[in-house]
Nanobody
């Protein structure tokens, strides 16, 4: 499964962005999907995830109430809606897929290339 994240960019504090994750030539309906991010000099951080079977959603503490993970009805695309962006949200964002009902990094089977998000004050 080849994943592609898109939608990153450079924005001002308080702005919104929506990241998308798609898979080449297939839908993502049988995969749990997660978003992670990594800022320079920092460890990779879990951002949000959605399980394949129940569509349960999970969020990292730093983004709760500001970010929303969702799928299209056909589950071909997974989104990360990011609102009220802060400078500390600046990072490369990655989407990842798991064949299991998990959203943790250790459970991911496939990783996409990241998309840069830069938030300036």
């Amino acid at each position: 499964v080849q994943l592609q994240a898109s939608g990153g960019g450079s924005v001002q504090v308080g702005a919104s962005l929506r990241l998308s994750c798609t898979a080449s030539g297939r839908t993502l309906d049988n995969y749990s999907m997660s978003w992670f991010r990594q800022a320079p000099g920092k460890e990779r951080e879990f951002v949000a995830g959605i399980t394949w079977n129940t569509d349960s959603t999970y969020y990292g503490d730093s983004v709760k109430g500001r970010f929303t993970v969702s799928r299209t009805n056909a589950k071909g695309t997974v989104y990360l809606q990011m609102n009220n962006l802060k400078p500390e949200d600046t990072a490369v964002y990655y989407c990842a897929a798991s064949q299991w009902s998990t959203v943790t990094a250790s459970g991911m089977d496939y990783w996409g290339k990241g998309t840069q998000v830069t938030v300036s004050s």
